[in-house]
């Protein structure tokens, strides 16, 4: 199996399955810490009108019938196509957000891989990086986007991020 966790490996699962960043737009993971310190399943049925996944694990849904877009990426430096297809997603997450659907973008942890989406999903509704990086620390957790690799990407832009990481390190 492909290894798609790397910079949350040492940080406590938040304390609630997911979280309202913005109106509709909830950000979450597979699994969380209940209020007597026990490791929770987060299974999504019918909460949610679309789920946007990059990681996945069976048994967590969401239900039958439930739109589920499914995009896993490490939580570590990402290829060119893996920036592209990030900044793709959060386009269509924005476009269900203004249709009026309810989306939640989620992880493993829901920290950093479901960060940077739901980070660039806000900037694609007029946000600038930082305040969307903000408001996704203060509704999730303050360890939320502490990659810093992808909080490189979301202040520089995701179009630039793709072309630098597409160079070559010079000989």
Same mark, same amino acid.
């Given at each position: 199996m492909r290894r798609t966790r790397e910079?949350?490996?040492?940080t406590p699962p938040p304390r609630a399955p997911w979280n309202e960043v913005a109106e509709r737009l909830w950000m979450g993971g597979h699994e969380w810490i209940d209020d007597h310190?026990?490791?929770q399943a987060a299974v999504v049925t019918d909460e949610f009108d679309v789920v946007f996944s990059l990681f996945t694990r069976p048994g967590h849904g969401p239900g039958p019938g439930q739109r589920h877009v499914v995009h896993e990426i490490p939580d570590a430096p990402l290829l060119p196509a893996q920036i592209d297809r990030v900044a793709e997603l959060a386009v269509m997450a924005a476009e269900e957000l203004t249709a009026g659907?309810?989306?939640l973008v989620r992880c493993r942890v829901g920290h950093n891989r479901s960060g940077l989406l739901t980070a660039q999903t806000l900037? $694609?509704?007029g946000h600038d990086?930082?305040?969307a990086?903000?408001?996704v620390r203060r509704a999730r957790s303050d360890q939320a986007l502490n990659?810093?690799?992808f909080v490189d990407y979301l202040t520089t832009g995701l179009s630039v991020a793709s072309l630098l990481s597409g160079l $070559?390190?010079?000989i």
């Open positions: 910079g949350d490996r040492d310190g026990e490791l659907r309810k989306v900037i $694609e509704l990086a930082r305040t990086i903000g408001m990659n810093a690799t $070559e390190a010079p």
